[in-house]
């Protein structure tokens, strides 16, 4: 090694050895001006990069469950959202989450002019599954206590209109009656109509009668529970889903948005005074 | 909203009720048929005219009043034949070929002149009575 010299040497774990003879230090000092330890420094960066550009790379293929929109950071550092990705060669910590998922945190180890395949497949997490849990008795209870007045309305409906094509069947017996009676000539006949037959046939229309009346206001009951029931249920709030595995995993990088995560503040100075 | 849609329901509610009511028959008001025994409509019989006539009688002289009664037949409820007893039946019938064109004639012997003779006249067909109404005359 003569007196002016520059060497790195990259060692077994990948650094980088910078060596710097102390007849160049003095010279650049006095070329650049500089303090030597800046300079040094300075020379330092630049051969570490030139290092790390010479490192070999891998890729890293990204086979998550959901196919679709999960994201995930790369060394508890780099946020990214692609199903693709060249990284150093080397262990790797990825930490992926996809939305209604639980986050996972896994290690990588990437090598080197190689494509691997990265498959994981994330769980729902636990609040996820009970948000669906929670949903579902409210669709059930909300759907039960919207089709049973329904069912019943629906069967009062049938039970009227039975009814009604009851009553009209005793109605038609009593205009025959009347009809019988007004072209009856036969005395014994007649007494025989107004004593027995008629008294009989208005019983039985008074029952059908009843029986209309009830199925009518089962039907209006029903028909009132129904539109009040909707009503009801209709103010009802649907449950929430609140991921808490997004704000953690928002909190583990941070992530610059389109403007690039640029702080703006103002002051203002009264001239006034 | 929902107290119209309440009071239309009960409106259409009374309203069937009273609708409904009007389907039974009221057995008591059946009195239209003439052969009817309760038939209180119009009278099925009607005087039209009567003579008394002297007649001799296995020697005696007998005073008969001749009564002519109409009998309504427009109000049966289809043609028919038919009877007519006197006397609420306690009387002789006739029968309806004898009684051409609705005319009756009544016959009751031994009358004494200035006094009324009332006469229950009923219809009657298969051994019963029906409605009927009372002629009264006064023999001349």
Known sequence: MSNLSVSVRTTGNGRAVLTISKAFRERAWKFAGMEPLRYTLSIAVCCLMSVSMAQNTGTLRMLIDPGNDFSFIVDKKHRMQQREITLSEGLHELTIWAPTRRMVDTAVFVIANRTSDLVVRLPYSQEYVDYRAELGRYQTKKRWMRTAPL??????????????????????????DQKDYDINVDPAAIGALKEG??????????????????????????????YYISRRTAKWERPIFDDKEKVRFDGLAWLPSHSGGVFMASLSINLAR | MMNKVIALLMFCFLITTVACKKDLIDVASLTTNPFDPDYSGAPIFTYLSDTTIDELVNGSPVSTLTIEVQVHTEYFGRPTTYQVAYNDGTGPSTPSNNIPNGLLTIRIPNVVGGQE???LLRLANGGAYGGGNTICVTAD
Request: glycine fraction near 8%; charged fraction near 15%.
């Open chain 1, 151 to 176: 069912f019943a309305l629906a069967g009062g409906l049938i039970w009227t209109g039975v009814a009604i094509g009851k009553y009209g069947k005793a109605k038609d017996v009593l205009e025959a």
């Open chain 1, 197 to 226: 037959t008629i008294p009989a046939h208005n019983e039985d229309l008074e029952k059908a009668r009843t029986n209309l009346y009830l199925a009518s206001a089962f039907t209006a009951v029903s028909a009132a529970a129904t």
């Open chain 2, 117 to 119: 003779y009332c006469n």
